[in-house]
């Protein structure tokens, strides 16, 4: 075991802070990274705060983790000393069953183990995520950053990037298909960078007239004000595929009636409660309502290339982990372009 220190919530009505706590000694396929920025997903707030009403305690968040690694196990073949290297949303998965074989992780039939908030398979001891000084994983589930991008600005990546790529390539998305992305949030405006690089002609709804040069500046091609019945009714039936990026209550019909027959709308904000579907809009036009979670580890190794590729990272803001309990409460008003990032050389001011 080796001492590292981190930000967490000891309950779910307490503010993170320090803490102080221990990580495995290298099994033979781990790899050590020192932590450089962890980005700050909304996830992390639900599981501080215990919302989803499964958080263990201590809860030390962080799944969007990019660093250097400056350990590895003897065993270890992908990684070296000195390298970039990055870890999502899962640390490990059962490698067994059907989704595991597949490269599906995410879909893991018992249970893929969260970087945080999740079993280590050998021990059962609660893992701890990136708020944090060093992280330990299996070289299986860490993945190499392109060098071209910008470290902080790729940390988002690790979910926000994989959760809206995913779907995009799922549907292959690509030219001559017109795409439409729900909300400018964390999510969306990733999706609207991905579904642009592909080829797409994108339309980005939103309930804000001041994002509309925002999302064209992203890569939108055209922007839907939502709350304007005749702007949404001018696009009725006419799209190939939604990515519907909003986690707040909405009427989901009113998106399912812009897609064509045979087009799907998929779900990857998550909304608290259930969304109303009117089966009826499904069933007149054959038209299919879908959901997605995060993305495989060489799924999301193949995003990192392709951000490579064509330059692609997240919109951030910088912050240091003192502000972490800031950041969500800015983040409960959407007052972040697009992501919050802590820079963790602020831990050593911090402790």
């Excluded at 001891?125 to 790729?154: H, K, M, W």
């Excluded at 990192?304 to 912050?319: N, P, Q, V």
Aim: with cysteine; proline share 4%; aromatic share 8%.
């Amino acid at each position: 075991m080796f001492a590292c220190t981190g930000y967490a919530a000891q309950s779910a009505d307490a503010p993170l802070a320090p803490f102080d706590f221990s990580r495995r000694d290298l099994r033979p396929k781990d790899v050590r990274i020192e932590i450089a920025f962890c980005g700050v997903c909304h996830s992390d707030l639900h599981q501080a705060r215990n919302e989803w009403k499964n958080t263990v305690y201590p809860c030390l968040p962080g799944h969007e983790i990019v660093g250097r690694v400056v350990e590895v196990g003897p065993e270890v073949t992908k990684f070296r000393v000195g390298q970039n290297a990055a870890i999502g949303c899962m640390v490990d998965s059962c490698r067994t069953c059907a989704s595991c074989k597949d490269g599906l992780e995410q879909y893991c039939e018992n249970m893929f183990v969260g970087t945080y908030n999740g079993a280590d398979k050998q021990t059962g001891e609660n893992t701890y995520g990136g708020y944090s000084d060093q992280i330990v994983c299996d070289e299986d589930f860490v993945l190499r950053l392109p060098e071209n991008l910008d470290l902080a600005a790729a940390a988002p990546l690790l979910c926000a990037g994989i959760t809206t790529y995913s779907p995009l390539r799922r549907w292959k998305v690509g030219p001559g298909m017109k795409v439409g992305v729900v909300g400018l949030g964390g999510l969306g405006h990733m999706a609207v960078k991905l579904a642009h690089a592909m080829g797409a002609n994108v339309v980005l709804f939103t309930t804000s007239p001041n994002k509309v040069e925002d999302a064209k500046k992203l890569g939108a091609d055209d922007v839907v004000i939502s709350k304007d019945k005749e702007q949404m009714a001018a696009h009725a039936s006419s799209f190939d595929f939604i990515l519907d990026c909003v986690a707040a209550q909405h009427d989901i019909n009113e998106y399912i009636a812009l897609l064509k027959r045979d087009a799907t709308l998929c779900q990857v904000g998550a909304p608290e409660d259930p969304l109303a579907v009117a089966v009826f809009s499904l069933i007149f036009s054959r038209r299919n309502f879908a959901g997605s979670l995060i993305g495989g580890i060489a799924e999301t190794q193949e995003m990192l290339d392709f951000c490579g590729e064509h330059g692609i990272t997240s919109d951030i803001e910088i912050i240091p982990i003192q502000d972490i309990e800031k950041a969500y409460a800015r983040m409960l008003k959407s007052d972040v372009k697009y992501r919050f990032v802590i820079d963790m050389s602020s831990l050593k001011q911090a402790v």
